[in-house]
């Protein structure tokens, strides 16, 4: 037969060789069975884990609902849950792909170590954050000037604060920046004082002039009573008397009755011939 021909070490060396490819062949078909096993198991603990993450946020925010946490406090750990949940789901898939997360954990430590020098102002928007949770310069709804920005807060997250504006555009303001900066609240007080100077000519009644203003505050039943409105005149100017009306209002009032006031104010006054001098100026020049 032909094996007959073929000399005993070859013959021994070719079964060899089919030994060991058919080994090899073997490994890699169970590494194959394995690794598409490890990828399965890691798609279903993917897909139930985002699912988990999703019932756990729900499920924080109606406790935190339940212990009447308010919103900033909450907008701030549903950031914060969210990550850190995501983080979790992520090791746990490297783990069943058998990457050991020990050696995973020491990689992590050492690209952390150098993303964090290039992530620095995050870090710092992320304490930031912290500040403002702990500080509570402002709250989920309040209006607030900030970093040359004016709107209202819509949600502080843990590196962003957003706001809108009344011309409804969003802003984003990093945390960092605006936990060590000046804050404007026009929302922490339930009541604010609207202060507005008008200019009469020299000569005025202001006795007709106080009444005339008199009755255009008593006009608008949303003026508070206490404190009581002032009017009197804060100053003698060139050409001109400037007399001052303050009056309290509540906050979400402010605006509206800013400008009843002047639009009445104007009104009365020019019913009643009463006009603000023009200011006429003459510069000299020398031939």
């Known amino acids: 037969m032909f094996l007959d021909i073929i000399p005993g070490n070859t013959l021994q060396e070719a079964e060899l060789s089919i030994s060991s490819l058919d080994s090899l062949l073997g490994k890699l078909f169970d590494y194959a069975?394995?690794?598409g096993l490890k990828i399965i198991a890691a798609t279903i603990v993917f897909i139930i884990g985002r699912w988990l993450i999703k019932w756990l946020r729900k499920f924080i925010d109606r406790f935190l609902d339940r212990r009447n946490v308010e919103g900033t406090v909450k907008s701030f750990l549903d950031s914060l849950?969210?990550?850190?949940f995501q983080i979790v789901l992520f090791?746990?898939?490297?783990?069943?792909?058998?990457v050991s997360t020990t050696s995973f954990?020491?990689?992590l430590a050492a690209a952390g170590l150098a993303v964090g020098m290039a992530m620095k102002d995050n870090l710092s928007n992320f304490a930031g954050g912290?500040?403002?949770?702990?500080?509570k310069p402002f709250r989920l709804g309040d209006r607030i000037v900030a970093q040359g920005m004016d709107g209202t807060v819509q949600s502080i997250g843990i590196l962003y604060t957003v706001l809108l504006t009344g011309d409804?555009?969003?802003i984003y303001i990093p945390n960092g920046p605006l936990s060590t900066g000046s804050i404007t609240n026009y929302s922490k007080q339930q009541e604010r004082r609207i202060d507005i100077t008008f200019s009469i000519g020299y000569g005025a009644d202001i006795d007709s002039?106080?009444?005339i203003l008199k009755s255009v505050i008593k006009s608008n039943n949303l003026i508070l009573d206490t404190p009581a409105p002032f009017i009197g005149v804060t100053s003698l100017s060139n050409g001109s008397v400037?007399?001052?009306?303050?009056?309290?209002?509540?906050?979400s009032n402010y605006g509206s009755v800013n400008v009843d006031l002047n639009e009445k104010v104007y009104a009365t006054f020019r019913q009643n011939g009463i006009y603000v001098p023009s200011v006429t100026s003459i510069k000299m020049i020398k031939d």
Do not use: H
């Not at 090791?91 to 058998?98: A, D, P």
């Not at 912290?130 to 500080?135: A, P, Q, R, T, Y």
């Not at 007399?243 to 309290?248: E, H, L, M, Q």
């Open 242 to 251: 400037d007399v001052t009306i303050r009056v309290w209002v509540k906050s």
């Open 209 to 211: 002039i106080k009444y």
């Open 33 to 35: 069975v394995s690794f």
């Open 105 to 107: 954990a020491a990689i």
């Open 168 to 170: 409804n555009t969003t």
């Open 130 to 135: 912290v500040m403002i949770l702990i500080n």
């Open 81 to 84: 849950a969210n990550i850190t």
């Open 91 to 98: 090791l746990m898939i490297v783990n069943i792909l058998g």
